[in-house]
Every structure is written in structure tokens, then in C-alpha cells.
């Protein structure tokens, strides 16, 4: 950065900032071209998509007659679990994008201000989803709160200040780590920070709830000595206070932690450790001096590929995309950020069986879907990437048909993803479920593998790393997919299960095998006769 | 052989080529210059099969763009003005990738991505490091060598010097005329063109989408009645008056 150490904070700068961002953002989807970027539809999508959950869970006032602390508990953990796993999976692209240096980095832009527009923009990201689950609530809370106009006002106010706590806290956290972490490692260190906090919000999005609801039924009770590890119940305790609910110690003290936590979480990151981001985000877009020594991985990618793994990638562009994306699900900090936080979910319905007694049954089933379709999740996710550019290697490349390109990229998740989330689930399973029997439903589930990983393939051409990144799309394609398995596992599960009961489930596995055989058989060949459109209108 | 018949593009109502009609024989090295968003770009993605013509035929090699893209891109390098890559690969992964789109067995790949390497004076540990930290020069030397893995009979060069040093720069016009000399045909898109001048047989010049000039440097000159290419090149796509410009410019600044 340029700018002098004396220069303070800009705030028609950084608004300036925010404004081009903004701009850029709804032309754009947040890609970088104008055109193969397209609308931030995914964005759009996700935003409805929220709204319409957040009418579910909002119908508890009427439905249920729950208190307002109960309820402003319900509403705000589901959004600081997802919202805040929203604005994790795309801070890295707002807060560290290199190639922003080279327009930013030589502006007499002091790095306080650059970082306060970065923050907002993560804050109106955060905030617009939030409004959105909390859209319906807004409106239904007035069943428990009088005067009517009272509960939408402060609602809406509590929610814009948890939103705040959730892009405040992301920025508190990597502009700290950019003071500990060298830039060597930053890259790597970040995208695993990044996937561990993603799998940990949806294990809690997926988790608390529950235990929220087995332990202490929908009346929670807010003098509960545990409540205060949570911050949905700080801004819970705030809400009620600020409704007219009568204040309690224990309240009073959430409430505070509230305001001050997010307060403070907020100006520490921009006020304290913007000098800290700023040099971390110039170094990231320079080219070290001395080049790294070779990674083990990389050397071992480097070798022949073992005979079984040759035998089934004999076409040699298959083999070139396979090794093309077991690279990138390796190394690709992007790529790892928004692959491996899908684990979680699946793992989430693994171990609720240990919750909540009556998804013994549900639970696995859903497990095991998911990784059914996580095949098709991970293609997608391969589809997009910052380096899109690169991927017209493959529309100047003497390929007649996309086939082969879309066959290495399934074989590569298959291998590199998929086979090794089946093997970290089944045992736990085996210790989740009571009822080992309902483990052979695993069997008609990878039976469906093969023939679900091909969808992919039926929807136009599949060309990895060929689409830009947009905010809000990653989150669309998850729920739309996540939706589909679903689903599917609601149909199989009940099959499955009713095949056990009556005794036929040996026929129906059987059956299945040679229905989807079939079906299998004419995808491929769908897939491989369809000319390879390469050529841009 | 490259042969363009009336070769157009349109997006909605901006056109960016019009009717473009030019023939290239085998063995020439030629270059294509213009302004910015002349339409070189445009062209060159046309003859590549990437871009779909509005209107026109374009033929490389005897195969027709639309109609037979597979055979045009087995015959085509092309060395985008992006000089995109995969940057989580290492060269030698980039390289041998590229190789496996082109049909080539990986120990012939092997052979030929040293020889490259060699070239360019990329050493082995070099090439086993990831392209994320390779300089923009180290980069287009890889971008370059993926262009010619396959041996091309046809090259299309757009923008190749971006970012190579005075000597790689010196290897890289050395290397386009001795391949020309071989029998290729090198269609060279650029903005210098002192360079130009320097290794092209023949000068092709794109002004608003349409050729506004063709020929040797020499006719050029004479046809136009100017010393250097430069002149020329200003005089044809409207950059005159540049003195009396700039000191409009000084002016405003200083105001």
C-alpha cells in the first residue's frame, strides 16, 4: 500500500470503494467480464430461497405461541449458522483478491479505509441475506408482541446488528490471521480456516437447534447458565429488552455482550489490524522472489497412475482432466473452499441418529443420499473458477465431443472425493445406528452412484474451470442440489425400507441394478454421440 | 493455407468484423495489426473455431471453421492474448496435459516439452514448480510451447511478446522465422510494430473491422508515401494530428 501511516480513515473514499464493488457486483455477479458473468442470479435465487425458509420457521409465532425470546432464538440462530457460513464461503473472494492489488494497491488508499469499504460490502452481503430469512418473521412476530408496529422495527434493527457481528467477526478473524501467518503458508492456511469454519456453522445450523429443542422443548428458558456461550442469544436477550420484556440479570448481561462484542469485534478489525491485511493482501499478488521447492503432492501426481486407475482412464484426454482436477481438488484454494464444506452436511446426518432418537431412520438415509449426489455437487463446483479463462484450452483443442473431458472430471471426483467420503461415513454410521439392518440401505444408494453421477453430463457441455466465480452462485447450486438429493432420498428411503419390512429386499436390489444398468447405458451414449458445441456465439 | 472469404461478426447491432477477405499461403509470416477493438481478436478467435462467425467462410488448411472445427484445430496453434493457464498445475502438468488434448502419447510429450524447455532455458526443477509462481514472462514462454506442443502447420500469435525480456523476446522472433522458413503459417496480432516490420513478410492492417491495407512493408510504405510503418499505420487508422493532441491534452491537465 502507498498510503503514508499518518493518513486516517476516508469515508467518502471507502463508500467510493463500495459503490464501484456494488456496481461491479450487480453487473457482474461479482465475475470480472461483463457478459460471462451474467446477473447475480444465483444471489437473487438464494435470497428467495432464504425468504421462503425463513416463512417456515417463522409461522412459530402463530403456530406455536412461543415467547419472544424463544423465537428471536429460533430466528437468529438459523441466521448467524447460515448467514454466517454464506459470508465465510465468499469473504475470501471479497477481502483477498489478488489481482485487486494491481487497481487498488498503488491509489493513495489508506489500508483502513480500503478495508472498511471490503467490510461493508461483506456486511451488505450478510445483511440482505439475513433480512431475507427474517423477512416473514418480521411479519408473523406480531402475533406476540403489542403494539403490532413495535416487533418489526426492532427485529429488523437486531438483525441488521447481528449481521453486522457475523461480517465483523470473518473480517476480525482472517485480518488477525494475517498478522500470524506468513505469506508463503497464507494461502493455504486461510482455505482450510475457511473449511473448517464452514463445516463447523453447518454442524451448528444443523445441531444446536436440535439440541436446543430435545433439552428444553420450545419455551427456552433465558436464565438457562449455557445460553451466553451462544450469540444468537445475545441479540435474543437484546430483542426481548428492547420489546418491553422485563429485564433480567441475565439478559441484561447477554444483551450487553451484544452491542459490545459486536462493537468492539467490528473497529478492532478495521481500526487495529488493517495494516497487518493490507500488506498481506500486497504480498499475496506478487511473485516470491525464490519459487517454492516442489510439494510432495505435486511430485506424486507427477508419477504414472497406477494400473487400475490407467485401465479405467485409457482415453488420453480423460486421463489429462483427470489429473487436471485432482490438482485443483488438492492445491486449488478456491476449488478446497467450496468442495469440503459439503462434507459436513452429510456428516451432520450421520451423527444425528446419536441426537435425536427419531432420525435413527432418516438420518443415514439422507447421509448416504447426499453422497449420492455429491458427485454432481463437486462437478459443478469444478465447473467455476478464478482462472476461467484458461479453460478455452479446451475450445481451441481438436476434441469432437465433451464426453471424454466430462468423464475425467466424474472419474476425478469419484476417486479423489466421493470413495473416501463413503468410507468416512460408513463407520460412523455403524456407530450411530441401533439398527444395523437399516445399513443395507446403503446398497441400493451405490447402486444409484454411477448412473446419478452422470447428470452432469445432460445438461449442455461440461467444461471444468471454464465459468467465473459469482457470489451467491456456489450457495444456489448447494441448496438446489442438497434439494434434489433430498428428494431422491425421500423415494429410496421409503422403497428401502418397506422393501426390508416385506421380506423383498434382495428382489428389489436386484431390480434396481438392472433398471438403472439400462438407463446408465443409454446416458453414456446420449453423452458421448452429442457433437462437443465449443465454438462461442 | 488460410483462406477468409467475407468472414463478418456481429453482436446485436455493433459489428466488429465486416466481411473480412484475405488468403495467407503456406510458409508466410504475417502480420496482423490494428488499434484497439479494431477486430484482430475477433478474427483470430474465428479462425480458431472458437467464435462463430455472423457471415463468411473461413478456411485453414482446407478444412472450414464451422464445418469442420476438429480438423481446423488439429492443424492450428494458438497463443491466446490472455495467456491464461492453470495455475494450480506445474508447468510440466500444464504442458502434458495440453499434450493429452492432442492425441500425443506421454513419453513423445515428454520429449518434446524438454526440447521446448530447453528453448526457453526452463530447467527441469523449474518446470516441477507451480505456475502461481511463475513470473508473467515464465508463464508465456509455457503459454507459448502449449501453442506448439502438437506442431501446428498453422500459428496464430495474439499479443506472443507480453511480458518476455529483451532475450526471450530475441529467441521468440528468431524461433517464428525459422518456423515460417519450415513451411508454417504465422499469422502474428500486435501492437508492436517495430517488431512487426522487422520478422513479417507481409503486413495485414484492421481498421473499424474492415482490412484497410495489405501488403509487403515496403509496398505499404510506398503506397502510402510514408518512411516508416508507423506512419503508415497512423495515417490508416486515424491517429493524426497526435502533436496537436497531446498538447490539448497538456493543456487540459495543467488547467
Known sequence: MSATPSAGLDLRQALNILRATLLMRLRTGGGTRLGRGGKPRGLIFLGIFYAVMGMFVGMLAPKAHVDVFTYALILFAMTFFLGGSMVVSESSQVLFNPSESDI??????????????????????SAGLAVALNLAALVMGT???????????VHFVVTLLLALLASGSVVFVYALLTRW?????????????????????????????????RFRGFRIDSNQPWLPLLPPAWFAALESLMVGVHPTPRLLVMAGLALTVTIGVSWAAVARLSEAYARTLSALSETPATLPRPRADVERRSRPLNPLLAAWLRDPVERGVYRLMRAYMTRDRDVRMRLYPSLATILVFAILPMIESSMNRAGPLFALMFIGMLTNTAMATLKMSPQYAAGDVFRYAPLASSAAIFHGARKAVIVGFVLPAFAMIVPVLWFTVRQHQLLLTILPVLAAMPTLSLINGLVGDYVPLSVPMTIGRQGAMNILYMSLGALAAAGISAVSVLSIRMGWFWPFL???????????????????????AAALE | MIRLRDLAKSYGAQTAVRGISLEIPDGELVGLLGPNGAGKTTTIRMMTGML???SGTAEIEGADVVKDPIAVKRVVGYVPESGALFEALTAQEYLRFVASLYAIPEAEADTRIARFAQFFELDEPTLRKPLSSYSKGMRQKVVITSALLHNP?????????????????LSFKTLITTLAREGKTIVYCSHILDVVERVCDRVIII????????GTVEALKAQAGESSLERVFNRLTGTENLLARAEEFARALSQ
Do not use: C
Request: hydrophobic share 55%; net charge positive.
Open chain 1, 143 to 153: 402475533w406476540i408482541v403489542q403494539p403490532v408496529w413495535v416487533f418489526p422495527i
Open chain 1, 510 to 532: 436386484a431390480i434396481e441394478v438392472v433398471v438403472l444398468a439400462g438407463i446408465h447405458a443409454v446416458l453414456l451414449r446420449g453423452i458421448r454421440v452429442r457433437p462437443f
Open chain 2, 52 to 54: 462463430t462467425p455472423t
Open chain 2, 207 to 214: 481498421h473499424q473491422g474492415a482490412v484497410v491495407a495489405d
Open chain 2, 153 to 169: 502447420r498453422v500459428v496464430l500469435f495474439d499479443e506472443p511478446l507480453n511480458g518476455l525480456d529483451a532475450n526471450a523476446a
Open chain 1, 181 to 213: 501467518v506468513g505469506r508463503e503458508r497464507f494461502d493455504s492456511f486461510i482455505s482450510w480456516v475457511q473449511v473448517l469454519t464452514t463445516a463447523g456453522l453447518l454442524i451448528g445450523y444443523q445441531v444446536v437447534p436440535r439440541m436446543i429443542q
Open chain 1, 104 to 125: 487498488l494497491g498503488h491509489r493513495p488508499i489508506h489500508p483502513r479505509t480500503l478495508l472498511l469499504a471490503k467490510s461493508l460490502s461483506l456486511f451488505l452481503l
